[in-house]
């Protein structure tokens, strides 16, 4: 189960090894580029798990990554997100090693290679509007069809360039654009724009720019700039790899990056565009970023899912060139293995109905020595009393049961786990028929013996004491989505949130959890995993417990 039982070897990594085998490369520098205008999700932990993934497989070799701001556009981005991204980084086990970088720390470097693309005749000054541009543009059978500012002589494209540059011009009446190749049947060969006026603020740099770089042009020089050696991104950008190419062939850059492309981690029953998850915060259909319904990661760490689940679900998934779904389950399935082995065991009965046991003797409180963990002894050993009177779970009991069911009803017996076996005597109901009270009698000399000869039980249910059982607040959480593919749904993604996606119960729990810290895990035992809350969990006064996964996966069943 641990991470290093998945071989590391995909096809990216094996370039890899081949350049450092040939000597082409001494070592391999990696980065993450997050553009600080939302919260990171786990298709990010994908990328994020193989570029620092890559660099600490490599170490010998000196190789690093870079967290890297992609920061060159001034509207969006926000300082809370920059905090966000670094946490979740830390939080999956990776460490930037202090190259913590901001692209907009290279306003100038790349202003100064837009100037010597314009000295080489490689760049000129456009005034056509946008919609003419389009249509000048062509099609995939159709040549573009030249700009009539396109030989502008350099000494006036440097002259406009610098005007751009002093203010001098209002948002969108000029861009700069790079002369590339108008019958390219690459598009984004096409003279593609590298820099527009946004009469904007910038978060770093303040009122000092008012024209900024276009994505495709910036980002190959801050790979170049920081040397980064293999510069890895999903599959759109195929594509604009001859571009990038083009700007490393033709700017003054200090290395030669490669870019390589993988695809993305697409994921069933959520979505995961940065846009649309904002919708979801912005608009309150879930209570935050970190909402343990959304697939962010705040919201799964929030949720209780370990780190080192994420990261071996990003390992069993690949690096591959092909786009598809995951199955959520997948990563579900890591994370039930993982707190299999990590959770203390305890009891906590979330819908609970009262056992009266009436031939308990009165007063008498019995510890109950239970197993922290039925693997790991190293986990000891816990008491937990015992007295006449026993929560049990409302389905753990039925007026009528049908012959398969094992568990309470009228005259049948289970045992109380770690306890005795009890008999069920007779039952109450309230006007609505709801079942309020279950007695009982306890068989004698039960508790850590066989099942007597002539008893029929074939069942332990969980059980809290009633005198001594803490009360929590319990936020049971289901998939945010009733349909794999939300994104594809008619009605838009909305139409198809899960109504039931969180349901809160008051429950009843073994004592010592309403003291235990938050964040920690356990396993309710025949229920699930549960996380107390990092932000509500109160030890002592306000005990809040979240559902991580349930141990089986109802879903399955439904399909
Ligand atoms: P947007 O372009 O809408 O801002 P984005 O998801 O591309 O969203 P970035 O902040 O640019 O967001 O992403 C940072 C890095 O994470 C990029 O290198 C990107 O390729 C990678 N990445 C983003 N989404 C996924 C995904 N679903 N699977 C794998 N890698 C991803
Ligand atoms: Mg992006």
């Known amino acids: 189960m641990s991470d290093e039982s998945i071989p590391k070897s995909d096809f990216i990594r094996d370039i890899i090894a081949a350049d450092l085998a040939s000597g082409k490369h001494a070592t391999t520098i990696t980065r993450f580029p997050p553009e600080p205008n939302g919260y990171l999700h786990v298709g990010h932990a994908k990328s994020i798990c193989l570029n620092f993934g890559i660099a600490q497989e490599n170490a010998g070799t000196g190789a690093r990554c870079h967290l890297r701001f992609d ?3 001034p509207e969006k981005e926000e300082v809370e997100y920059v905090e966000s991204i670094k946490t979740d980084v830390r939080w999956l086990g990776f460490d930037w090693g202090g190259h913590l970088y901001y692209a907009s720390d290279y306003f100038q470097f790349y202003y100064d290679c837009a100037i010597h693309l314009i000295e080489k005749g490689l760049a000129y000054i456009e ?4 919609e ?4 000048n543009r062509g099609n995939l059978t159709t040549p573009g069809t030249p700009s009539p500012y396109r030989d502008r002589p350099v000494a006036e494209n440097l002259d406009l360039f610098a005007r751009m540059r002093a203010g001098e011009f209002n948002e969108g009446e000029c861009v700069l654009r790079a002369k590339i190749d108008l019958a390219s049947s690459n598009m984004n060969m096409r003279d593609p724009v590298i820099y527009r006026i946004l009469k904007s603020d910038h978060h770093n740099t303040g009122g000092a720019w008012c024209i900024y770089p276009m994505y495709d042009f910036a980002h190959p020089l801050e790979d170049a700039l920081e040397h980064i050696t293999h510069s890895l991104c ?7 790899r001859p571009l990038y190419d083009w700007f490393i062939e033709n700017c003054p850059v200090p290395s030669r990056p490669r870019q390589i492309e993988f695809a993305r981690l697409n994921l069933s ?3 995961m565009s940065k846009r649309k998850l904002l919708q979801l915060v912005q608009e309150g259909h879930v209570g935050g970023w970190d909402d343990p319904r959304l697939p962010t990661i705040s919201g799964i760490r929030r ?3 370990p780190a080192a689940a994420v990261r071996h679900f990003c390992r069993r998934v690949g690096i591959t060139k092909f786009n ?3 199955d959520v389950a997948l990563l579900e399935f890591d994370v039930r293995d993982h707190l299999n082995e990590s959770a203390p065991r305890r009891m906590a009965v979330l819908d609970p109905v009262k056992v009266v046991i009436e031939n308990w003797p009165a007063g008498t409180v019995e510890p109950i020595e239970l197993a922290n963990h039925p693997q790991n002894p190293d986990m000891g050993v816990r008491s937990t009393p015992q007295g006449g009177e026993v929560w049990i779970e409302r389905d753990d009991f039925m007026e009528d049961p049908p012959k398969k069911y094992f568990r309470l009803g009228p005259g049948r017996h289970v045992r109380l786990r770690g306890g005795h076996i009890i008999r069920c005597t007779g039952y109450e109901k309230d006007a609505d028929g709801r079942v309020t009270l279950i007695r009982a009698e306890f068989l004698p000399g039960t508790m850590n013996a066989p099942t007597p000869e002539g008893v029929e039980c074939k069942a332990a249910i969980h059980w809290v004491d009633v005198a001594t059982a803490g009360t929590a607040e319990v936020r049971l959480y289901d998939r945010l989505f009733t349909v794999e593919d939300p994104d594809g749904a008619e009605g838009g993604f909305l139409s ?5 996606s969180l349901k809160t119960v008051t429950a009843m729990v073994e004592p010592d959890l309403t003291m235990v810290a938050a964040g920690t895990s356990y396993q309710f035992e025949r229920l699930g995993y549960f996380v107390a809350d990092a932000v509500d969990h109160q030890p002592g006064t306000r005990p809040v417990f979240n559902r991580t996964v349930a141990l089986r996966d109802s879903w399955a069943k439904k399909g």
């Open 71 to 73: 920061d060159t556009n």
């Open 127 to 130: 005034q056509q509007s946008a």
């Open 132 to 135: 003419e541009m389009r249509a």
């Open 234 to 240: 999903t599959l759109e950008f195929e594509n604009h």
């Open 269 to 271: 029953y959520t979505i």
């Open 303 to 305: 949720r209780g899912y």
């Open 324 to 326: 598809g779904t995951t």
């Open 496 to 500: 198809v949130l899960n109504p039931e």
